[in-house]
């Protein structure tokens, strides 16, 4: 199983950036997969969930309406769409497949003037 992220970078605030985690090594579309992120000092916390076929998500507080999870099983990718973007959102996201904590090795957002 791999997961490689990539997308992250510098965006001022009330910006957007789409991560992308492209997936491999496993049946991509017989998962459900999520986004977390860590802050720096800070736990690292959920952000995103996605079912396998991508008929069902959720979201933290903290980003619903301004973030958007979505999947394309047929490239074995799936996406992290941020919009409204805010200094507090500055973290590494990583992609996560729950089913045998798979963890990606994260990429870096900041939000910053």
């Known amino acids: 199983v791999q997961l490689v992220e990539s997308g992250g970078g510098l965006v001022q605030p009330g910006g957007s950036l789409r991560l992308s985690c492209a997936a491999s090594?496993?049946?991509?579309?017989?998962?459900?997969m999520s986004w977390y992120r860590q802050a720096p000092g800070k736990e690292r916390e959920l952000v995103a969930v996605?079912?396998?076929?991508?008929?069902?998500?959720n979201y933290a507080d903290s980003v619903k309406g301004r973030f958007t999870i979505s999947r394309d099983n047929a490239k074995n990718t799936v996406y992290l769409q941020m919009n409204s973007l805010k200094p507090e959102d500055t973290a590494v996201y990583y992609c996560?497949?729950?089913?045998?904590?798979?963890w990606g090795k994260g990429t870096l957002v900041t939000v910053s003037s």
């Open positions: 996605i079912s396998s076929a991508g008929g069902s998500t």
């Open positions: 996560y497949r729950p089913t045998g904590t798979y």
């Open positions: 090594g496993f049946t991509f579309s017989s998962y459900t």
